[in-house]
């Protein structure tokens, strides 16, 4: 073992900087999903959209429209699982805001002594609905993609 004492700044250091890597992670991981639901919104929508707008241009005889109904409920479940992914993971911020204000209430009132000895601790762990929710509104997306081309495929085989 090493002689030497272990140092309370090194220790401290040490501490500091993995509080520093979890938070930068808990912040990318954060835009990584904010920008997934920003993705998936619009592409959802964009996809329901063109398909109502051009399935009239199709022959007259459209085959397999149960693939197009289909495509539309997943698109469709997929723009409402992003909706309320965000509002779910709005909440939660709000929740854990409120929490930490009143965490810090009760440190203000600690004597210092205790104060001093006392060390923040946070969770941290995937809020489970939010990712249900954004797994779905991903699936979803790409089962409504892959439902809208075999709509689509089968319309072009038939003419």
Do not use: Y
């Not at 993705?39 to 199709?58: C, E, I, K, R, Y």
Request: hydrophobic fraction near 50%.
């Amino acid at each position: 073992m090493n002689d030497q004492p272990i140092s309370r700044e090194n220790i401290a250091q040490t501490r500091r900087e993995l509080i520093a890597k979890l938070d930068f992670l808990l912040q990318k991981g954060f835009e990584q999903s904010h920008q997934i639901d920003k993705s998936l919104l619009p592409l959802s929508a964009g996809a329901l959209a063109l398909s109502l707008t051009f399935v009239g241009n199709l022959s007259g005889a459209k085959h397999c429209l149960v693939f197009l109904f289909v495509a539309w409920a997943l698109f469709t479940v997929s723009i409402m699982a992003v909706i309320f992914a965000m509002r779910k993971a709005q909440l939660k911020t709000h929740d854990s805001a409120r929490e930490t204000a009143d965490n810090l209430e009760q440190f203000s009132n600690l004597h210092d002594a205790l104060a001093g000895i006392m060390r923040a601790t946070f969770p941290v762990a995937t809020d489970k609905p939010v990712a249900l929710l954004n797994s779905v509104a991903i699936w979803c997306f790409v089962l409504g993609v892959l439902f809208l081309c075999l709509f689509v495929g089968s319309n072009l085989l038939a003419e």
